[in-house]
C-alpha cells in the first residue's frame, strides 16, 4: 500500500454546514430542494442562504437543478462531506489518503485516526454506472432520482456494515468493521490482494477447499454472499482469505436462494478451472439445509429492516436487468451530470487552511483523482 497522502477536512464556516445539513434535510421529502425551504431549516435570510448555495456549488458539494422547478440537491461529495465531517467529529477518522479500489459502484481510500492506524474506506456510489450510461437505462431505471441513489447508497453501506459485523463476531473471515455513517464504512485495511490479481497460489487444492467451505459455512448461518468471486476474496502472503463486499447478500430462505447459492459456487468452479485448470468435488445447495445459528434472523434486528432490504435488491435486480453491454466503460460517456464523485480536493485543505501538507497532498492529487472529473477552484 502507499505510503498515506494526509488530506484534512476542508473547512466550511458555520452557516455554510448549516445549508448543507438543512439541504440534507429537505431532501427527505424533496427531490430538489427549493431555496425558500433551505433558507427555512437553516434558520438564515434568504439572500443569505442563496449566496452561500452558490459557494457550495463552486466547490461541488451540492448541484443547482431547475429541471422541474429552481432549487439544489446533494451531490455525492457533499454526502461524502457529511459523512465524514460526522466520523471525523466521533473521531473514528481524522484523514483521507490514497485511493486504493474503485469498484462499480463504490470508492475505497485509505484513511487514518489520530494514532495513525490505516484502516479502508468504502464509499457506496450507487447508481454511478447505471446513470452514468445511455439514455435509456435512465429511462429503464425509470424514477431513480440523485435523492434516491444517495438514498439506496446508505442503506447499502448499512447492510454492509450489519453482515460485516455479524460475520465477523462469528469469526468469519472479513474485515474488522469500524464505523459507518450515511454511505459509508470503515473497516479494517486487509493486507492482501483481490484473488484475480493473485499470480501464483502455493496450494491450489487447499484454496479451491477453504472457499467451498466459506461457502457452506455462511449457508449453514443462513446466508448466501451473492457475489462470492475473484474480485471479492482477498488472499495474503500465507494464503488466508478474507472475504469482502455484503451490500448484496441473500438469505437461504430466499426464494431464489439455491440459483444464489449454485451461482457462487460456480463463480469459484470457473475461475479455478480457467486460471488453475483444476477441476474437484462442490457442494450442492440442497445438502446444506441444515442451519448452525440463523444470522438472517439476528440481522433483521440490527436497523435494516426488510423492507430496506427489498429496496435495495430490487435495485441491484433493475441494473443487472438493464440493457447492458457497456457498463465496464466508465469513460466513453459525456454526460457529466451525475459525474459526481470524491474529489480528493474537497478533502484538502488548499484554499481554506494553511498546512506545510498543502503542497504535498496536491503532488499527489492527480494520481488519487483519477475517478474525479474536475478539481475544485
Ligand atoms: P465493490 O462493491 O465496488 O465491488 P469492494 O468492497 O469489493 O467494492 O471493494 C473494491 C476493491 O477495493 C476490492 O476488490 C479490494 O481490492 C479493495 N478493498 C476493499 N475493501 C478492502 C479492505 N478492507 N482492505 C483492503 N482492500 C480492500
Ligand atoms: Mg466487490
Known sequence: MGKLNVQKLRYLSRDEFRVLTA????????????????SHIAGLKHGGARKLLI????????????????????TYPGYDYLALKTMANRNSLSSVGNQIGVGKESDIYIV?????????????????????????KRDYLGKATSASWLYLSRLAATKEFAYMKALYDHDFPVPKPI??????????????????????????????????NLIVRLASYGLIHGDFNE??????????????????????????????????????????ARKFHYEAAYPRFRDHTTRAVNLDIDLSASGFSRA????????????????????????????????????????????????DEDDEASADKTRTASSSSSAAA
Do not use: W
Open 179 to 212: 464505523d459507518f455513517n450515511r454511505h459509508c464504512v470503515i473497516m479494517q485495511l486487509v493486507n492482501a490482494y483481490p484473488l484475480t490479481q493473485v499470480q501464483e497460489v502455493g496450494d491450489v487444492p487447499r484454496l479451491y477447499n477453504d472457499l467451498m
Open 55 to 74: 459557494e457550495l456549488t463552486r466547490h461541488k458539494l451540492v448541484a443547482y437543478d431547475n429541471s422541474k422547478y429552481s432549487g439544489y440537491r446533494l
Open 23 to 38: 439541504l440534507e434535510m429537505g431532501s427527505k421529502n424533496h427531490e430538489v430542494v427549493p431555496t425558500t425551504l433551505i
Open 231 to 272: 474480485f471479492n476474496l482477498l488472499i495474503d502472503d500465507e494464503q488466508r482469505v478474507t472475504l469482502i463486499d455484503f451490500p448484496q447478500m441473500v438469505s437461504t430462505s430466499h426464494e431464489n436462494a439455491e440459483y444464489y447459492f449454485d451461482r457462487d459456487v460456480t463463480c469459484i468452479r470457473e475461475f479455478f
Open 308 to 355: 430496506d432490504d427489498e429496496l435495495l435488491q430490487q435495485a441491484f435486480a433493475a441494473r443487472a436487468a438493464a440493457p447492458s453491454g457497456d457498463d465496464d466503460h466508465q469513460d466513453d460517456d459525456d454526460d457529466d451530470d451525475d459525474d459526481e464523485e470524491l474529489d480528493p480536493t474537497q478533502l484538502g485543505s488548499a484554499s481554506d487552511e494553511d498546512d
Open 112 to 136: 487514518a485516526n489520530e494514532a495513525d492506524e490505516q484502516m479502508a474506506l468504502k464509499l457506496q456510489r450507487l447508481g454511478r454506472v447505471s446513470f452514468r450510461k445511455v439514455k435509456e
